[in-house]
């Protein structure tokens, strides 16, 4: 006799797909001042690689979630699926911003300075929330506030901290995974060579993105 389950399929989409797939490094693993290609493809390998994984994991297990399976089953899955939806494209846009050479330039400049007071303001109070995360884990974040059409810097203690109604302009991870094979506990110096390596031209790409979002909410 049929089970249940067949005669009663519980619907899929595209929100249950588990194929999430693991985009290349953007650039040569080994072109990065001082950030060393064995750290760089770990990093990649590994962290950012591991989080796309498990994001199709725990997509397959909700994918059978019913209304009978245990409130605290559901809760854990959809704790996961945050941290690792989140792990995955922070990554993502980590990597995009390196491969430059670190000199800001276009309308970002701008833009920042307008915002802190000059720009050299903005990455003054940026070293200082990535150095306030160092030996710990997070993210450091500049975003655009789509409600308030200004950028911000804030912190992420973990991967399930977000800035609500944003888009990411630039992104630095502060994991220890991000520099501890390079640089020990030194979370200082992996600020500098992080922005020895920006890639101020996808930032400002971001940017005019974000910008065009703002209006379009506006309108």
Known sequence: MPSSALLNPVPQGIAFAGKH???PL????????????????SHHDNN??????????????????????????????????????NSATLHELYFANL???GRPSGDIEKVLGEAYGSFPRWEELFRATGASLGGGSGWVVTTWDLHRD?????????????????AT??????????????????????????FANIHWDEVNRRLERARRAAAALRA
């Open 99 to 101: 491969g430059g050479n």
């Open 48 to 85: 950012y690689a591991g989080a796309v994984k498990n994001l199709n994991r725990v997509e397959e297990e909700l994918s059978r979630v019913t209304k009978e399976t245990p409130a605290f089953v559901v809760g854990g899955l959809k704790q996961s699926e945050l941290t690792f939806r």
């Open 21 to 23: 797939e693991v985009k």
């Open 150 to 166: 200004v950028p911000y810097t804030f912190w992420s203690g973990n991967h399930t901290q977000a800035f609500s109604a944003s």
């Open 26 to 41: 953007p650039f040569q693993p080994s072109s990065l001042k001082g950030l060393s290609e064995k750290l760089m493809v």
């Open 169 to 194: 302009l630039l992104v630095m991870d502060m994991y220890e995974h991000a520099y501890q094979m390079d640089y020990g506990a030194a979370a200082a110096k992996y600020i500098d060579a992080f």
